[in-house]
């Protein structure tokens, strides 16, 4: 499967995009993992707590994945890693 991307109208960065049913399932499994974890291991490896949905639907800025335009070439992003981001659609 291609990966589609998208680029926040906000702070230009360049996110590849995942469908709902996606995101649902990857926060399914990292959870499942997130609660074999011991106090410690969550604490290193997810700083944020558990995974939701939720953080699917906004940019590292704060800007909705609704706001999200299409990628086009000449996007650059900086050298960050690719995250993934809703696809609007959904
Ligand atoms: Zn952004």
Redesign the pocket.
């Known amino acids: 499967m291609q990966t589609k991307l998208a680029t926040?109208t906000?702070?230009?960065?360049v996110c590849f995009i995942v469908s709902r049913k996606r995101a649902q399932e990857e926060v399914t499994v990292n959870n499942k993992f997130y609660l074999k974890c011991t106090d410690a291991m969550k604490a290193k490896m997810f700083p944020g707590g558990s995974s939701t949905v939720a953080r699917y639907e906004s940019?590292?800025?704060?800007?909705s994945y609704k706001k999200f335009r299409d990628f086009k070439k000449g996007d650059a992003n900086n050298g960050d890693m690719l995250l993934p981001i809703l696809d609007k659609k959904d």
């Open positions: 926040c906000n702070c230009n960065r940019c590292s800025c704060g800007n």
